[in-house]
């Protein structure tokens, strides 16, 4: 198909791209083009596709729940066994929570430095709501809710169909980027291909708590980590499954929330229509705080929050509208958010009951009313929302509905003066949003050489998830740009979690393009 | 004191009553009044309590859960065991479901036959809440909540506290009648006493689950149930601790409603403000069906409600008020039901939120949009409320509310066509609630006999909570009176749930009276 054109093939993935350039053959980086490199690590990998999936399969297979630090510590010395063996220089840093894996590789005659981070700790799971156990990495070839059948890896022979997923913790959050950068680098030097930086890996191993010793790592090697570009690698791509570079993050708090009944269970025969029932009661708050479109009815709640810029706006304008395709992925019929596109609501707070318990239901119902219900919020704040100022205000706003308010256990005493008693677990102090500019000399360079490679880049301001930007942002002048490189579909911080290989082999290419030409001039 | 007059120490429990009568001797029952038949088992007892505890704690050592058949096979067994030794007529009765303990004590030239009913299944119990295992029954010193230490019940020499408390999953509910029936044969027969009436036990084995098979067990044994009075020892009795008698129970529905957000867990940052939040939905689903003060919101609810008779009402305002010491008890501040005291709230429909359950809180909190939350309903009903009827007008409620509802799970397809989606697993099939004449032979007997022990009698129109009444009065023309035994504080359905060993007492010393003088001219 000769007369195919770079822009007619723009919507296929990297990999599929770089089947029309064959004729590539090895030669010094130098004198090779973006896609010359991605093609010799196409070649590189087709060749090697079972060992990069087995080695993905065991990193995987490490349980990884940041709290348990046995685990951790297990996680990060399999990390620094990989790194050490292609040449890096590899320790841990640690300030008093998991471990963290410091990594990095000097070129000589560099004259710019590449900090790339990634983690490799996962959510808690609830192992019974898995299809196949979590740390038991299990390759489908299908996506499980499209019957997707189990696929024993070392039985393949030949290459391995793209569109194949494994499933895991972690497998989209976020661990395969420590397996593409050991095979990219394996497939560099196999081409005799240099790096054009020095490159430096942080590899968090506490991300989903929030990072809370990230700052004081950084505090404790001066210097380690300065960079001149810092690539977040975390985080789903854009639906589209076109490359994508993210300049923002939303940042976030989380809240328990607990009401009360009597001081004890009380059968709902004898006491129904007279004991406080904490679950209505916890309905009614709710139902005060947030309409059904997800607007958020606390006051001021929005009076900081940016504007989008007008390069912003039209960065959003230019994004492929996702809209139908999420509804049939997803079975929704009527999001909320009023009919405002996804790419902006995500600019915007969110208010997120994320989980909610209070007695048993089905089979473990029983008669009672409840002594509490709790329920978990997760709140998405923008850029200028300042988490103190928003724990205030949701605390003037529950008052205001007639709570009384404890920060611990409340006492008999306590449930028996007050109408109402509500106890607020504020969980970690939260972070705002962020956003980088888009027209610095770092963020053009990268936007310009990952055109050459993908020429309908997706230039997104600010993605809808959190990230320890903050730790950094507070810290050093380098620019931040997220490089995000899961399917979007990657269930991450749900069960059934899955990478789809693609997804892998397109990572591979970005890093091996941006190690070897980032640093030219 | 020899001035004290019955009416003065009406306050004071049967045991302590039955202090002030220290001179009868047993003699026959034809020539012994209540009293006297009441003292003696009081002086056979007191030298007894040991053992009887003892026999308690190992008939609560057996698990009940009615779903669990082997072990109700081992709780009928050991429970057959007990009436066999005392020279009842035992056997099983089963049609499906757990087993039904059956037993009879013939009286020659009784002409009247007493049927009393007890249950010996329990609620499910999660484990992690109790402060002792549930089935390893426990003797406190004093309430739990009030600080209350183990004894070692083999320890105790000479009399036990009779506020002491065996905590156990069924020491309130309801078990404790069978102990109190063996040994107070045991009392009976060691003073002389007979029996005045023909004796019938059923000891049910699944009425936590609604006893689905109670019909099918009377209508297989025809005649075998006959009785001139039913007994019902089931419930709590009065907060106040005066003796009860209770002429009325409320029926119920159980309905578990889950809501739907999309079809897999979604990443709440990049889908917060746009995927539908099912704990929203149920939140708003909720306070549409009920307000804050307990009151049903739903069209027609309360057309059907039967008002209270006169009687009836002049029956409660003849209560003690028990308002201000439940809410110290129970450290409530403000009640639901907008003031209306307890005893006629119980007279109402309940709309009780149960449990909730969908995703994670505290340390299992994930920042995902769930797939669903179910919350689970049971609905008291009163008498004329058909369960049928009741089911209808709250699905045009919540088809009001804009839902589609499925009784299955739904398929994508269902949530992608429709704005909102609804399960509702309408869990059996409810029972309206009964009341029973005061005015008939038989319940004027009782309330006089009765009154000969504990002249402040309370005499309720209807409990709040529910019992498998309509088995047999939709059967049988027999006369059902609820006779509550336990405790008003056992935590019944609960965790902690208990037993006051005064109750213990009391119920046998009620058991001896009533099977020594009912059935005397």
């Known amino acids: 198909m000769p007369s195919r054109t770079l822009a007619a093939t723009a919507s296929l993935s990297i990999g599929t791209l770089l089947l029309l350039f064959t004729t590539a053959q090895p030669v010094l980086a130098q004198a090779m083009s973006t896609l010359e490199i991605a093609e010799a690590i196409h070649e590189y990998r087709v060749e090697r596709e079972q060992r990069i999936v087995q080695d993905f399969a065991e990193l995987l297979s490490f349980p990884n729940v940041a709290t348990n630090l046995d685990d951790m510590d297990a996680n990060a010395e399999h990390i620094m066994g990989l790194l050490d063996e292609r040449g890096f220089s590899t320790r841990v840093l640690q300030a008093g929570g998991a471990p963290y894996v410091y990594a990095e590789m000097m070129t000589p005659g560099a004259e710019e430095t590449l900090l ?5 700790d996962g959510q808690p799971v609830q192992v019974e709501n898995w299809a196949y156990p979590p740390f038991q990495p299990t390759l489908l070839d299908a996506p499980l809710q499209d019957g997707g059948q ?3 890896i070392a039985s393949v022979t030949g290459a391995f169909d793209p569109e194949w997923r494994i499933y895991a913790r972690s497998a989209g959050d976020d661990k395969m980027p420590v ?3 050991i095979h990219v680098i394996d497939a560099l030097r196999a081409n005799g291909i240099g790096l054009s930086v020095n490159l430096k890996l942080l590899l968090d191993g506490e991300e989903e708590r929030g990072s809370p010793t990230l700052g004081q790592v950084i505090d404790d090697n001066p210097g380690l980590l300065d960079a001149d570009l810092l690539l977040f690698c975390d985080g789903p791509m854009h639906q589209s499954r076109r490359a994508q570079l993210v300049f923002g ?6 809240l328990d929330i607990t009401t009360y009944g009597a001081n004890r269970p009380l059968h709902s025969g004898h006491y129904g229509n007279w004991a406080p029932n904490p679950i209505m009661q916890m309905a009614y708050l709710l139902t005060s705080m947030r309409d059904e479109t997800g607007r958020i009815l606390i006051d001021g709640y929005y009076d900081n929050v940016a504007t989008l810029s007008e390069s912003e706006r039209a960065a ?4 492929p509208s996702i809209e139908e395709q999420l509804k049939d992925e997803l079975a929704v019929h009527t999001p909320e958010g009023a009919g405002t596109r996804i790419e902006e609501l995500v600019t915007l707070p969110a208010f997120n009951a994320r989980g909610i318990a209070g007695g048993g239901v089905g089979n473990q119902g029983r008669n009672i009313i409840l002594t509490e219900t709790t329920v978990s919020l997760n709140l998405r704040l923008v850029p200028n929302q300042q988490p103190d100022r928003i724990r205030r205000i949701i605390e ?3 008052e205001g509905e007639g709570y009384y308010i404890v920060h611990e256990d409340p006492t008999d005493e306590i ?3 007050h109408a109402k008693v509500v106890k607020l677990d504020w969980r970690g102090g939260g972070s705002s949003g962020l956003r980088t500019s888009m027209d610095g000399e770092m963020a053009q360079r990268l ?6 490679m993908t020429p309908d880049l997706i230039l997104t301001p600010t993605m809808g998830g959190g990230l320890p930007l903050n730790a950094f942002a507070d810290r050093m002048e380098t620019p931040i740009i997220v490089l995000p490189l899961a399917n979007h579909d990657n269930n991450q911080h749900g069960e059934n979690e899955n990478l789809r290989l693609q997804n892998l082999w397109d990572a591979m290419a970005v890093y091996g393009v941006v190690l070897a030409r980032f640093g030219q001039p």
């Open 116 to 120: 790339i981070y990634a983690h490799f």
């Open 150 to 152: 189990a696929i024993d």
């Open 179 to 181: 397996i593409a950068m």
């Open 249 to 254: 993050v939303r940042g976030g708090r989380t």
């Open 316 to 319: 959003i304008a230019a994004m």
């Open 396 to 398: 003037e706003h529950i």
């Open 415 to 417: 449930l028996r003066n």
């Open 447 to 452: 936007i310009a050489l990952m055109q050459e």
